[in-house]
C-alpha cells in the first residue's frame, strides 16, 4: 500500500487513512524509545510481535464484550482499525508498585497495591505526561466526569481480563498504560479502548523468577528485547512454542 496519507506518525506507530470512511490503518515500526525519546534503538522483529499481540489482546477485549478499535489485521505489521477521537490521557491502571509510583511514593517495587490504582498523565511529550487530577481533566476540558467514570470503569475491566490473560501464562499484571477514544454513534459517544496493548505499554514479570518480560528490557538494559516479547508471544500461543528469537519469529495466522 504505497502512497497512502500518512495521517499522523508516533514514536511506536504510524496512522495511515483507512480504505473507508471512519478507519486508519496502524503501522507497527521496529522502533523503540524510553525516557521520553530520550534513549532510542530499532529492534527487529519488535513492531511484528506488538502487532499480533495487540491483535490477540484487542481480539480478546471484544470477546468478553469490551468495545474496542479493532477491526483486523492485515499483515504483519498492519491492522485495520476504527478512527477514534483520542482523549488526551494516557490511562494507567497499577496492582502492584514499579517505575514512576515507586519513586514517587518511595514503594519498592514488586508491592502489592491495596486494590487497582488508576492514574491519569496528560499527553503532552514537550512536557513528559505529567500525573494529573481528575480535577485538572475537568477544569481543563480534557474529558466530561461522565467520561471519567467511564474510563476508569472501561480501565478495571481491562484490568481483571489482562491480568487473567497473563496469570493463565505465569505472568503477573504489575502495570500497563491504555488510551481511550470516542466514537459516535448516531449521534451517541462511546468510549473504547485505542491504540494498543502490547509488552510496550504493560509491566510483565514472571511469576516464579520475577524475570522482567516488558519494555524495562530496554529502558534498564536487561538484555534482548525482542526475546523477551517472543517470549510473551510464544506463552500466549500467538507464537509456535518451539520458536525463538535466533530463529526469527514465525507468525501463525
Ligand atoms: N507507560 C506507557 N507509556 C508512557 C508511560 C507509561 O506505556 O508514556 C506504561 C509503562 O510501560 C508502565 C505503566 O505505563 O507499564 C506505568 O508507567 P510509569 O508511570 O511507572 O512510568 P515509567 O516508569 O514507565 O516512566
Redesign the pocket.
Known amino acids: 500500500m504505497a502512497r497512502r496519507k500518512k495521517i499522523y506518525e508516533g514514536k511506536a506507530k504510524i496512522l495511515y487513512e483507512g480504505p473507508e470512511p471512519g478507519t486508519f490503518v496502524q503501522y507497527f515500526k521496529d522502533d523503540a524509545t ?3 525519546a530520550q534513549k532510542k534503538a530499532t529492534i527487529d522483529g519488535k513492531g511484528v510481535l506488538n502487532n499480533r499481540l495487540s491483535e490477540f489482546f484487542m481480539k480478546g477485549l471484544t470477546q468478553v464484550g469490551i468495545p474496542n478499535h479493532f477491526i483486523k489485521r492485515i499483515n504483519m505489521r498492519e491492522q485495520l482499525i476504527r478512527s477514534v477521537e483520542i482523549i488526551p490521557l ?1 490511562v ?1 491502571v ?1 496492582n502492584f508498585a ?6 514517587r511514593l518511595g514503594l519498592a517495587e514488586g508491592t502489592p497495591l491495596p486494590r487497582p490504582i488508576v ?1 491519569f ?1 496528560y ?1 503532552d511529550d514537550k512536557l513528559g ?1 505529567p ?1 494529573v487530577s481528575e480535577e485538572h481533566i475537568i477544569a481543563f476540558g480534557w474529558a466530561a466526569q461522565q467520561d471519567l467514570d467511564d474510563m476508569v470503569a472501561l480501565a478495571l475491566r481491562v484490568n481483571d481480563f489482562l491480568s487473567g490473560c497473563f496469570l493463565a501464562v505465569g505472568i503477573k499484571l ?4 491504555i488510551e481511550i477514544g470516542r466514537i459516535w454513534e448516531n449521534d451517541f459517544p462511546r468510549l473504547v479502548v485505542a491504540d494498543e496493548i502490547s509488552p ?4 510483565l514479570w514472571d511469576i516464579e523468577s520475577g524475570q522482567k518480560l ?3 528490557v530496554f ?1 534498564r538494559d536487561l538484555g534482548d528485547l525482542a526475546d523477551a516479547y517472543t517470549e510473551v508471544a510464544r506463552r500466549l500461543g500467538v507464537l509456535p512454542s518451539n520458536v525463538t528469537h535466533a530463529a526469527k519469529p514465525t507468525l501463525i495466522n
Do not use: Q
Open positions: 524510553a525516557f521520553n494516557e494507567i497499577r514499579a517505575g514512576s509510583i515507586s519513586t492514574e498523565c499527553k505526561d500525573l504489575v502495570d500497563f498504560k510496550d505499554s504493560c509491566r516488558d519494555k524495562d529502558r
